[in-house]
């Protein structure tokens, strides 16, 4: 049988009677389609045919191919369906059931039919009956074929431990020299070709703060790690309890009136008792600082006469003229905006 | 009346019996010939294609069973073709002033083979032409020339 030869092409090409070829199949694919493609020439010869073009070959080994996946893919979801995940022949035959049922076979009507004596089994039984073999043109392997993995260095082979649980499949380990900070490590196990100094230093970087958590890979000892350690506070290992003494801290009780004479008493007894307990004697010596919150005249007036009471009405000890005048401020602020709301109210 | 529908059943129910286990019997019988039997298509391939599917089996006989398969369904496919193409070379020659014979050799066409697939679901159409000038598919005074 003749066959418009040629062999697939990746790239549509102009052939020899300037027709576009179809980009047949991706790279995986080629090689299955060209088997797919042998035998379908095969088969079209053994039912009669004596020339063919490309085209229609190679669609119906497209269609192959697509037949054989979509086999696959019913009888997966039939097994996968009654709880299986390896198929067996009863999965087989419901998936070819399902494609014949747009043709139609032999009992398909009847919904208690017998699996083993499907009308599809018996129609393969007929082809297989007739004894007319053709087999396939040639042998193939077993594809794909997986490329054994070689050691690339036998450093490599030294260095990698069996895993049981790790595949094969997947890449080997980095060199431990390159993560694994030990002093016994020779720099010449990892080339220097391999390693790049970085243009930015992190080193000096960090310097400024005093933590040097970041050093150069290769260039670290043991002694440098302790050193690292000991200069960053964050790495430092936490003490043990007890081993520092801290004193107690006590906290005052709001209630208890800080009493400005008796925190200052060491003070006066130093100076010989020269304070004169005058009402305005420590007030003014440091102008009071007030905030003006309220606009205008009024919160004026109002503050002023606050000031002027303030010091008539809180005599409830007598120390509390010596207040510090921090404290007075803040009364005072405080007593104005429990005004002020009023004010606001009334307006 | 019960006891008597009962039994039926259960006759039936033996025969059914019966009948699954002779059914049986011959869907292992099939397989076992299909080992005897080598389709065309390689088992190589059809093991590939299968595994990408997702389909599990170490099975060979249910390998040989696809592929038996998917051999009987191109040769169907091929023998609706070479049926259309046969019929197309048997048709009268209406232009009686054609100066070439009708060339008697059976040729697989996209033409046959897409109405081939059509009865069987897969829709191949060929583009009629090739849009590769401005003048495709206008009507051209000039060609008559």
């Known amino acids: 049988m003749t066959y418009g030869g040629g062999d697939a092409a990746r790239e549509p090409q102009l052939d020899s009677q300037n027709t576009l070829k179809p980009r047949i199949s991706t790279t995986t694919n080629q090689y299955g389609h060209a088997v797919s493609r042998i035998s379908v020439t095969q088969i079209l010869e053994a039912t009669g045919f004596e020339h063919s073009y490309r085209r229609p070959i190679d669609a119906l080994a497209d269609v192959l191919l697509r037949y054989i996946s979509h086999v696959g893919k019913l009888s997966v979801s039939y097994a996968n369906m009654s709880g299986r995940i390896q198929c067996n022949v009863f999965d087989v035959i419901l998936a070819l059931e399902e494609i014949a049922s747009v043709h139609g076979f032999a009992g398909q009507s009847d919904p208690n039919h017998s699996l083993s004596s499907s009308g599809v089994v018996l129609d393969l039984w007929r082809v297989v009956g007739k004894g007319r073999e053709v087999p396939f043109a040639g042998s193939i392997a077993r594809f794909p074929v997986t490329r054994s993995r070689q050691a690339e260095t036998s450093q490599d082979t030294e260095n990698e431990v069996e895993w049981g649980h790790i595949p094969d499949w997947l890449p080997s380990f980095p060199d431990p020299s390159t993560y694994i900070n030990n002093s016994v490590s020779n720099e010449s196990s990892v080339p220097r070709k391999q390693m790049e100094r970085p243009h930015f230093s992190f080193r000096k970087f960090f310097s400024v703060n005093g933590s040097d958590g970041f050093a150069p890979i290769g260039h670290t000892n043991v002694e440098r790690e302790n050193e690292i350690v000991q200069r960053n506070p964050y790495l430092v290992p936490p003490l043990p309890h007890r081993e520092r003494q801290v004193s107690d801290m006590t906290i005052p009780s709001e209630r208890k009136a800080v009493s400005v004479f008796e925190t200052f008493a060491p003070v006066i007894e130093a100076s010989g008792g020269e304070i004169v307990e005058e009402r305005g004697v420590i007030s003014n010596k440091r102008p009071a600082v007030r905030f003006r919150i309220g606009v205008g005249t009024k919160s004026m007036s109002k503050m002023l006469s606050l000031r002027d009471t303030g010091m008539k009405e809180d005599l409830w000890t007598v120390k509390e003229e010596e207040m510090d005048s921090k404290k007075r401020r803040a009364e005072m602020i405080l007593k104005e905006s429990m005004e002020k709301p009023n004010e606001l109210a009334q307006l | ?145």
């Open chain 2, 1 to 145: 009346m019960m006891s008597g529908s009962g039994n039926s059943s259960g006759a039936a129910s033996t025969a059914g019996a019966d009948g699954r286990h002779d059914d049986d019997a011959a869907l292992t019988e099939f397989l076992s010939s299909l080992m005897d039997y080598t389709p065309t298509i390689p088992d190589e391939l059809v093991e590939h294609y299968l595994g990408r599917s997702g389909f599990n089996c170490p099975d060979l006989r249910l390998t040989r069973l696809v592929a038996v398969a998917a051999q009987k369904f191109i040769s169907d496919i091929a023998s609706d073709a070479l049926q259309h193409s046969k019929a197309r070379v048997a048709a009268p020659i209406k232009d009686n002033k054609s100066k070439q014979p009708k060339d008697k050799r059976l040729v697989l066409t996209m033409e046959d083979l897409s109405k081939a697939l059509r009865e069987y679901g897969v829709n191949l159409k060929h583009p009629e032409y090739f849009a590769d000038s401005p003048l495709t598919g206008t009507d051209p005074p000039t060609r008559e020339e």
